[in-house]
């Protein structure tokens, strides 16, 4: 079993609609990220969260710890949030900081006009 | 605007051959990473450096792989020899500070066919 499962591995959606991407691990982790990787490649991180919610614009992030699970929701969705949305872990590295980490398969959104 | 640079973008060569995948991090950025992403494995983080120096390379296979910052402007990484199951797209990513997090800054990619 990996370490972080995602759900749904595929996710097509008609815009505007509320959008939710979950994320389950399995092991103490000291941070969770979610990142987006658009169609050409390019790789963005958006959150690394380790409680609680986060907010950047349309997209929110959330974790329960005690569950292990994570969530991102896109609200309003539009066609340029189709991308690969990918969820990882972390746990604290010999230097303190949260960079080692453990990447689920990845989330592939499709929003139609 | 400041991004992170690789080279090349794409690289066909031949079982057997030595690779080298080239990195310019943002200037100022003392954290460098290297990730392989595969259809089958997803993302992977193969190592990173802080200062130049490897702070974790165990998800580097050793035998072959090496991963080197001959300066703060340059990372390499060489594999020798190389075999069609390294083919996949590596990324190089980028970050400032030291302890905590900051957001990682990723490269381009280079894209890797080993035949």
């Known amino acids: 079993k990996n370490e972080v499962e995602q759900s749904p591995q595929n996710l097509t959606a008609q815009e505007g609609e509320f959008i939710t991407i979950n994320c389950s691990y399995s092991?103490?982790?000291?941070?969770l990220h979610w990142l987006q990787q658009h169609p050409g490649g390019g790789i963005v991180s958006l959150f690394m969260?380790?409680?609680g919610k986060k907010k950047h614009g349309r997209l929110i992030a959330t974790i329960n710890i005690q569950e292990k699970h994570s969530s991102l929701h896109i609200t309003a969705s539009h066609p340029r949030d189709s991308a690969v949305y990918i969820c990882?872990?972390?746990?604290?590295?010999?230097?303190?900081?949260?960079?080692?980490?453990?990447f689920g398969k990845g989330t592939l959104l499709t929003v139609n006009p | 605007d400041a991004r992170v640079t690789q080279t090349p973008r794409d690289k066909v060569t031949e079982m057997g051959q030595e690779v080298t995948m080239r990195c310019q991090p943002i200037?100022?950025?003392?954290?460098v990473f290297w990730y392989r992403q595969t259809m089958m494995q997803g993302l992977e983080l193969l190592a990173y450096?802080?200062?130049?120096?490897?702070?974790?390379d165990s998800g580097m296979p050793k035998d072959r792989f090496s991963a080197e910052m001959p300066d703060a402007t340059l990372a390499t990484l060489k594999i020798q020899p190389s075999e069609p199951r390294d083919s996949a797209v590596y990324f190089c990513?980028?970050?400032?500070?030291?302890?905590?997090?900051?957001?990682?800054?990723f490269g381009p990619g280079t894209r890797l066919t080993v035949l």
């Open positions: 990882a872990v972390s746990g604290l590295d010999s230097g303190g900081s949260n960079y080692k980490l453990t």
């Open positions: 092991v103490g982790i000291s941070a």
């Open positions: 969260l380790s409680s």
């Open positions: 200037l100022g950025h003392n954290t």
């Open positions: 450096f802080r200062n130049r120096a490897p702070l974790d």
């Open positions: 990513a980028s970050a400032a500070g030291g302890a905590g997090y900051n957001e990682q800054f």
